[in-house]
């Protein structure tokens, strides 16, 4: 465990994404890597045993990006030399249970055209996870904070993922719901600043001191508003309506891996489940897209972001879609 925890932590101050370049070698790229990820190996043979893995990785992206109709990039990252073992401790969310017979809980409005929240000013910088299956918790908290900065001037706030990974009645760094989240927020005063309850990507006893004077409050009358299945207009027009939204996926395993383009590979695997939030949608050369915020840090996919195909419910992204309403 502590040799993981130490090729994770490492791994994930990285910057950016390795360029592949057209016909280069294993050994070259592999340098390269290196170089852009310093990495700590102890011995020659965990040496060789991470790079035995970033070859079969780079294979893969170099064979994927010469493929002329692939409408998105892969590029090397964090993960080019982790195990699957390792990489499932990025994953953490749980199917979620909607509503018997769901139907839109949010008013419907006329959609614009583009929506792109990725540069707002209340758009908080693009947290990292690290090594813990919390990705449900920074999911729920960017819609908070999104909502509250909008209602208090454009003020960003920064609110405590570890609150609900301590608190709420989800497992921790093992999985959780955002609907939990969301309505243990609403019946236990509100959400701690970040300031005053700082992640450690582990889960820890509850230490909530702060219900007089939390960083944001939910509405105790309808904490969770889900949206029905693969209902694209209305998720357009809650984005629209200047709210983002919380969504699961079981991602396919190029996602790891994703670096630009419009994400559209179909090979769902459901012990890849994630949530991530929609922050937009658009269209690139008449191919529609949701943008999507990730939390596994800026170093990873395009500044954090990523574009995935619109309409198609791919990997579940329209199929359990829910807000919030913060007061």
């Avoid at 465990?1 to 370049?21: N, P, Q, T, Y």
């Avoid at 959400?191 to 990507?201: G, H, I």
């Avoid at 007089?212 to 629209?240: E, F, H, K």
Wanted: net charge neutral; charged share 15%.
């Amino acid at each position: 465990m502590g040799k993981i925890l130490l090729l994770v932590s490492m791994l994930m101050v990285s910057c950016w994404a390795v360029e592949i370049r057209e016909g280069e070698d294993v050994d070259t790229a592999w340098q390269i890597y290196l170089a852009e990820f310093p990495i700590k190996i102890q011995t020659k043979s965990e040496l060789w045993f991470r790079k035995s893995i970033f070859s079969e990785t780079h294979n893969n992206i170099v064979k994927h990006n010469a493929n002329k109709d692939a409408t998105f990039q892969m590029g090397h990252n964090q993960f080019s030399v982790m195990t699957e073992e390792e990489k499932q401790q990025f994953f953490g969310a749980l199917l979620p249970v909607p509503p018997v017979n769901i139907s839109s809980h949010v008013s419907s409005r006329q959609v614009a055209t583009a929506v792109d929240y990725r540069t707002h000013a209340c758009m908080s910088p693009v947290r990292n996870q690290g090594y813990c299956g919390s990705c449900w918790a920074f999911s729920a908290t960017a819609v908070v904070e999104f909502q509250k900065c909008r209602k208090s001037g454009l003020t960003r706030v920064d609110l405590s993922e570890q609150h609900l990974i301590d608190c709420s009645r989800a497992n921790g760094c093992s999985g959780g719901w955002e609907d939990e989240a969301w309505q243990y927020l609403a019946s236990n005063s509100g959400q701690d600043l970040e300031s005053r309850y700082p992640y450690t990507a582990r889960a820890a006893t509850c230490n909530f001191q702060n219900a007089n004077s939390p960083g944001a409050q939910i509405s105790s009358t309808s904490p969770v508003q889900w949206i029905s299945p693969r209902d694209t207009n209305t998720m357009m027009s809650v984005l629209t309506g200047g709210r983002i939204l919380s969504i699961y996926m079981q991602l396919p395993n190029t996602f790891m891996n994703y670096k630009g383009g419009i994400f559209s590979d179909t090979a769902c695997v459901a012990n890849n489940a994630h949530a991530m939030n929609i922050v937009g949608y658009g269209s690139l050369n008449g191919v529609p897209y949701w943008v999507v915020r990730n939390s596994w840090g800026a170093s990873w996919g395009a500044s954090g972001y990523v574009l995935v195909r619109r309409g198609v419910d791919l990997c579940m992204i329209e199929g359990y879609v829910r807000t919030t309403n913060v007061l």
